[in-house]
């Protein structure tokens, strides 16, 4: 290919040059002070991201090594109540069950959270509550806040999966109560693949589990981290470190605030193509369930299929998400994380609709001028 694909994918994302440049660096020894330096920049630039004031510690592994690390740190062996609306909330309930006594909480992706059976789960003895943020899957922004109200109320620990969220929307991880909080290098913060940060509270550090896993035990994580310099127990993916390094300055550069006013304003675009087309949304909206900010999901229409559209859309060099799992077939996602900003929004919406044309549905209004109404 003469051209990179756009990828509006909800992770990976595309990433700004600088942060690309600064994976091609020579070799430094990790426990040095250079390292030592790049760790602690990140963390102090993660800290307000999170909303958060507690430790934070960056591990070499995908978000998923961060569920897993904080589930196997802090809630093995115990009582797990799992809230699950979609592909990640059912992960952290699998890692769960792996770990500790688990019961999850169902409900169907992209529909409200089960919180009646939450709160009788804590009534019952849960010791750990585990949620999704912004359940990627289903595009579904979940009520983190009402959650780790339980959660506190009843004096249990929060796992909070911010993983699509922070860096891109609101976080309030210690407002919320959410004792580990979790992202990923390559959704929000527009950083490569490989890296995830977790910040955690005194609460869980008061309630680490014996006999935790070797690779990602936090407490392990957090006596290199306290060194000086700070270090990770075992060799870090250095390259990686020094582009996250790059991305969060970015992200303070452009400002939060406007980072997150600019991934709703995106999001908000998609959405009022899709209503202008006359397509459903993917998530069940209620008065503590919103769209997400930070992917847009929609319902094929009868008679649609993904390969026509995405398939199309690909070729023309824009790649965006199907439905994971159940959905498979039935929905399609366009992400806005990162450094999506107006140009992007309107070539894949422009795009869409001239693969729905060319795939012979007629679509029922002009989804590329609703967009643009709300971009200009
Ligand atoms: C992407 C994602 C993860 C982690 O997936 P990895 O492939 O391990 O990075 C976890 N939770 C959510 C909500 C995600 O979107």
Redesign the pocket.
Known sequence: MYKETLLMM??PVPMPETVRNAMTKQAINHRSKEFGDCYADIVKSLKPIFGTKNDMLVLSG???AG?EAAIGSFAKGKKIAALVNGK?GE?LGLISKIYGETTMIESEWGHALNLEALKQELENGAEVVTL?H???SAAILNPADEVGKLARKYDALFIL?A??SIGGDTVKADEWGADVAIV?S??CLAAP?GLAAVSVSQKAWDRLSENRPFYLDLKKAKKSADGNPMETPTTPAVPLFLALREACRLVEEEGLENRIARHHKMSAAVRAAGEAWGLSLVPQVDALHKPSNTVTGFFYPEGVEDAKIRGACKKMGIEFAGGQDRLKGKIFRIGNMGIIDTPEIIATVAAVQMCFKKAGYKLEGDGLSAAIDILS
Do not use: C, L, W, Y
């Open positions: 909800p992770g995908s978000g998923t569920q990640f992960r999704v912004n359940e990627t999966d993983i699509t990923g390559q959704k693949a």
